[in-house]
């Protein structure tokens, strides 16, 4: 069975491998050529679209700015908001060829109120949002420019789709995968760093823990149920777990791990609160893991409960994480030859420096919603960034113009020509 599976991926592989020969199609080399020239423009498009507050759910300036850029290329069809104000076009291919979705969202971590200016500081373009992820909608929008620009036709549709609440579960992907009627051979979501290739998705628990008692005045509470000590307690045994091995391959990221995020309760501070409670982000690379560490935290966090003699309640405040059991196994995700396109693609343009492009197992993006559905879908970034999630967050001005190059010649090795 394991001899079969690699000789059909290696065959899979062959047929589908990236040649910088399809680069040299006419058409092709002129939507390459077509980018530097327009580094500027597309620079203050970044800007001006990064200037537009866009919280989770908020998310609609940018999507009518964002509709209007989308009528002025021709080559798009079925140009589309939906319910939940996901944008999408298609631009049809001549047929015979492969899907693939380039997907980019529009929300921001920031609240509506957050000033936002882009101020430059040399080659760097900061702002909160500069990056995550409005560098890479950008450049999902001057690939289809610069497709039509190179009058480039592929055999496979390629689908534009800027999704809203992307950092609030993924709600946009997944309203757009499962209810936009179209199934995609492919999904790329365009939302981390310039360089490496995620085919994975983390799974993710969020889980808030509370604790109740009746409250008391301090001058009674000697001896008495506290909810605040049961909190202190399943956070100290929580740490405690022993966690499974890291895993190996992430870079800088540790996983199986689990975060206490955010901690409260009480209102005075002569009494016992009648209710204290914390969080945990509980992630892991796959769901038998996830499933038994989730398990083991609700377990401690309750002997917890038990322990201090006080109530006990556990919440989802964002309800589960997705069904991963139509995913693709591992193995099959990481040798599926669109991920190897994809980091041959990366390193044809050195996009990921003299270290190289590497494909990794990680995914915490709209891709997750593809891989839960067992669509060959990867992560990857059309811009150099830093400090996401955070009010100093910037990009790479000149990083942007390498991203889209990358995203044409992913297009048409995946589309065909
Ligand atoms: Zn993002």
């Excluded at 509709?67 to 015979?96: F, H, Q, W, Y």
């Excluded at 983390?202 to 049961?230: D, E, M, Q, V, W």
């Excluded at 970034?381 to 990358?406: C, F, Y």
Aim: hydrophobic share 40%.
């Amino acid at each position: 069975m394991r001899l079969l599976l690699c000789g059909c991926l290696a065959a899979s592989l062959h047929a589908q491998a990236f040649s910088s020969d399809a680069l040299k199609n006419p058409a092709v080399a002129r939507a390459l050529e077509s980018v530097a020239p327009r580094q500027q423009a597309i620079v203050e498009d970044w800007i001006r679209l990064t200037e537009i507050p866009s919280p989770s759910g908020g998310e609609q300036k940018r999507a009518e700015w964002i509709r209007g850029e989308l009528s002025r290329i021709p080559s798009l069809s079925d140009i589309k908001t939906d319910s939940m104000g996901n944008v999408s076009a298609v631009r049809r291919g001549s047929g015979g060829g492969r899907s693939l979705v380039f997907a980019a969202h529009m929300d921001t971590v920031f609240p509506a109120s957050t000033p936002i200016r882009v101020q430059r500081e040399g080659k760097l373009l900061k702002a909160p949002g500069i990056g995550d992820c409005t560098g890479n909608l950008i450049a999902v929008l001057e690939l289809f420019r610069a497709l039509d620009r190179g009058q480039v036709k592929t055999k496979g549709d390629l689908i534009f789709l800027a999704t809203v609440q992307e950092e609030t579960r993924l709600k946009g992907a997944n309203e757009w995968l499962r209810g936009s009627g179209y199934r995609p051979d492919h999904f790329a979501a365009v939302d981390i760093g310039l360089g490496n290739v995620w085919y994975g998705a983390f799974r993710i628990s969020r889980l808030r823990f509370r604790y109740t008692s009746s409250g008391s005045h301090t001058l009674f509470s000697r001896g008495l149920a506290n909810p605040a000590k049961a909190v202190a307690k399943a956070i100290t045994d929580l740490y405690a777990m022993p966690l499974p091995q890291v895993e190996p391959g992430l870079e800088e990221m540790k996983l199986p791990v689990l975060n206490v995020g955010m901690i409260g309760g009480g209102t005075v501070v002569n009494a016992i609160p009648r209710e204290a409670w914390f969080t945990v982000d509980l992630r892991s690379l796959d769901s038998a893991t996830q499933d038994r560490l989730e398990s083991s935290v609700a377990r401690i966090a309750r002997a917890a409960a038990d322990a201090e003699r006080v109530g006990f309640h556990l919440e989802k405040p964002d309800g589960n994480d997705f069904d991963y059991s139509k995913a693709r196994p591992r193995q099959e995700r990481q040798g599926h030859p669109f991920v190897k396109t994809a980091v041959d693609v990366m390193n044809h343009f050195g996009a990921a420096g003299p270290a190289g492009s590497k494909a990794i197992d990680a995914g915490s993006t709209d891709a997750n919603v593809g891989v839960s559905l067992g669509i060959p879908s990867i992560a990857i970034g059309a811009i150099r960034q830093q400090g996401a999630h955070t009010l100093e967050e910037s990009a790479e001005a000149d990083s942007i113009a390498t991203g889209v190059k990358v995203l044409i010649a992913l297009a048409v090795a995946t589309a065909g020509i």
